[in-house]
């Protein structure tokens, strides 16, 4: 009996030091600036290695653009995206993290302060002319700004994915 129990010891002790530490990935916060077009120390022309690199907590990697997957970094649990190729970031209602503005719920007719007036205007969308291109904001059925996108392109050659 003692030496079954002393077998069943010196099993579990050489498992034990054999498992191996995994550690957790770690991401920061995001903390976009709507008026400057950066989040944290990037910004929207910001390559996939640098935002892979710097927020390694993605849920999704799509390095080669196919029919339906645009090239970008994605983050659905914090509900940002970031289209590399296209050069632009997308944020939707359920963003986990820190806006410059409180723009997400903010009702289409308070815009105009912060804003000015849209260059392009249509019935759920908006966008608007910025120093580092444009501000995309879309509204749901009550006129409330229900998704963000910051692009380094302008109205003109901005190529939005699906």
């Known amino acids: 009996m003692k030496k079954t129990i002393l077998l069943l010891v010196i099993t579990a002790c050489s498992l034990a030091t054999q498992a191996q530490l995994k550690t957790t990935t770690v991401c920061p916060g995001f903390t976009v600036d709507i008026l400057e ?55 939707g209602e359920h963003f986990k993290g820190k806006l410059s503005l409180p723009m997400m719920g903010a009702s289409r007719s308070s815009l105009f302060n912060w804003l000015g007036f849209p260059k392009i205007k249509d019935v759920s969308w908006d966008a608007f002319q910025t120093k580092y291109g444009i501000l995309i904001l879309y509204y749901n059925k009550a006129g409330k700004v229900n998704k963000l996108q910051l692009s380094s392109k302008s109205t003109d050659t901005i190529k939005l994915c699906e």
């Not at 993605?58 to 970008?72: H, M, N, P, Y």
């Not at 970031?82 to 944020?91: A, S």
């Open 37 to 91: 077009g950066t989040f944290n120390e990037l910004n929207t022309k910001s390559t996939l290695g640098e935002i892979k690199t710097s927020f390694p907590c993605f849920t999704k990697l799509v390095e080669t653009a196919t029919g339906s997957d645009c090239i970008g970094v994605f983050y659905k649990d914090r509900d940002i995206n970031f289209f590399t190729e296209r050069g632009y970031i997308e944020i």
